[in-house]
């Protein structure tokens, strides 16, 4: 079975480039999948994570993260303000930890110890997003009082929450995932939403198989996306139908608003005999695309499924 990254969004090359160069150079998935986030976190022209996302309300940048290859094998942050990396972080909370998360203050003190250098995750995009959101004299009243209100076009709005989730199998046929975000734009402050949530945004089992999620969080928070997915191949779903039926969850037990959008990434582990279920995204409206690299090259496509074309 050749090595595969599957990435979310068009903006997956960032992370697939050097994600699959470890891979194809006979590399761990979990360093891939590290390699990716940090890629893409360090980008400052991908708004919605890492470096460059779009602050809170208040005008400040966090991020949230986490890795994972096993139930007994994950890590996780959230509420970082100072250092740019989340899922390395996460890594190290998992693999020096016995814990799995860490949050605001505690964990950035832990990446100090753990000798990550902190930085200033603003760029003078994000300033000047968030200036122009300040300005709008329909946001700042509501916004203060009933929580994060998003931009006014319902395109900036699908923008304004593209977690960037990564799974990769690699050539010893390991499963590994991450997630990495900087949250809703302009959302209340403190606010933490599925990604660095295992179960929620992402979960791997070895046995069952990889998932991660992107989108509106408190969706993906409601119904355990992830883990659902994953749960869904243990009892005999393909990826395909594991990714459909989590998604249909969401859509049976959720109000969807016009913004409201959740996609997912799914692959199936290898079996001892050497079979593969192979792997699939769904999407519950149009819009999101997933980036795809394996023997045949890197392809930014569609999802397999769209289940509200």
């Not at 100090?112 to 300040?134: H, N």
């Not at 992402?202 to 355990?224: H, I, P, S």
């Not at 394996?294 to 509200?308: N, Q, Y």
């Amino acid at each position: 079975m050749p090595p595969l990254v599957l990435t979310t969004w068009s903006f997956g090359p960032v992370a697939n480039e050097p994600a699959s160069a470890i891979l194809r150079a006979g590399g761990a998935a979990i360093d891939a999948c590290e390699a990716g986030a940090i890629a893409v976190e360090n980008d400052p022209s991908i708004n919605s994570v890492g470096v460059g996302g779009l602050p809170d309300a208040d005008g400040h940048v966090s991020l949230d993260g986490c890795i994972m290859t096993d139930p007994d094998q994950c890590g996780s942050v959230a509420f970082i303000r100072r250092f740019a990396n989340p899922v390395s972080i996460a890594r190290r909370v998992m693999e020096k930890t016995i814990h799995v998360m860490l949050v605001g203050e505690g964990a950035e003190q832990f990446a100090l110890r753990e000798g990550f250098t902190p930085r200033d995750l603003s760029t003078p995009y994000a300033r000047a997003e968030w200036d122009k959101w300040r300005a709008d004299p329909r946001t700042l009243e509501r916004a203060r009082y009933r929580g994060w209100i998003p931009p006014l076009n319902v395109e900036e709005r699908a923008r304004s929450h593209d977690t960037v989730s990564i799974l990769a199998l690699d050539k010893r046929h390991r499963l590994a995932g991450v997630c990495s975000t900087s949250g809703m734009a302009f959302k209340v402050p403190g606010r933490v939403g599925d990604s660095p949530i295992i179960g929620h945004g992402l979960y791997v089992d070895q046995e069952a198989g990889a998932a991660a999620a992107t989108g509106n969080g408190e969706l993906v928070m409601g119904t355990c996306t992830s883990f659902l997915a994953v749960e869904l191949m243990r009892s005999g779903a393909t990826p395909l139908q594991a990714a459909e039926q989590s998604l249909q969850r969401i859509i049976d037990r959720f109000e969807l608003l016009p913004d409201h959008q959740v996609a997912i990434i799914v692959l199936a582990p290898v079996k001892p005999d050497g079979s593969w279920a192979g792997w699939a995204s769904a999407a519950i409206k149009p819009g999101f695309h997933h980036t795809i690299t394996d023997d045949r090259g890197t392809r930014i496509e569609p999802p397999t499924h769209v289940l509200a074309p």
